[in-house]
């Protein structure tokens, strides 16, 4: 439907075009047409509605410009599953990096694998890695929070440690076991056995945290790389 929308649109200004009108001008015409097409179904009821407007969004992320930014911004939070993905891969495409800590706010919205692609459609487009990396970790979904752990091996060591540290307290076993796996990647093993003191002298800590590091510290490398592809 859309796309016999912009096609009778551009059928209708084909005379304009033989008279070599200028894009500005060319591109005002082709709005018109389209306004006048679509009048007709403002009076749409909700459900017809979303899916006028998903397919619309569909097509600007095959076709659109970096100025359709804005349709994905406009229904970004619209609470519709379809919508809502179709949103992020527009601004994925097009957006700014100061709209990443947005998608995943809307994330919460879409299920399962829709979700992680949000997510990481946000981790591309921030230039503060960091900075998303901390937003993700912050989520209620472990899916997310996961990544924004993986996000941390890129970044320089002191500023992971820093992001990462606290997360051994925390109270998902997967959290635990993420952090800690990326902290060993950021860690010599003199830091890695001051840690082991340190944590384990505590008061309170969580067994999984001390046997990752130690088998990171003394466990042969066959028995470290077959743990390590079953956790």
Known sequence: ???????????????????????????????QKLNEHFESYKNLDPFTL?????????????????SDAKYGRMLLFANEHDIVLQAVRLLARFGESDEAPRIVDAAGQLYFEARREAAEAAVTL??????????LIENDDNSLRQLGIEVMEGVESKQS????????????????AAAIDQLSKHMKPKGK????DAYSQGGYYFYNVIT????????????????????
Not at 162 to 169: G, M, R
């Open 212 to 231: 990752r590091l130690d088998r990171g510290l003394y466990a042969p490398g066959w028995l470290r790389t077959a743990v390590a592809r079953k956790s």
């Open 126 to 135: 921030a230039e503060d890695k960091v900075a998303i990396a901390r937003v």
């Open 1 to 31: 439907m859309l796309r016999e929308a912009i096609e009778t649109a551009i059928i209708k200004t084909r005379p304009a075009l033989a008279q070599h009108v200028e894009r500005p001008q060319l591109e005002e015409l082709v709005e």
């Open 161 to 176: 440690i820093e992001v990462l540290l606290p997360l051994l307290d925390d109270n998902s076993d997967s959290i635990r």
């Open 50 to 66: 979303k899916r006028f407007q998903a397919a619309a969004l569909r097509v600007l992320c095959e076709r659109g410009e970096p």
């Open 193 to 196: 056995r001051t840690m082991i």
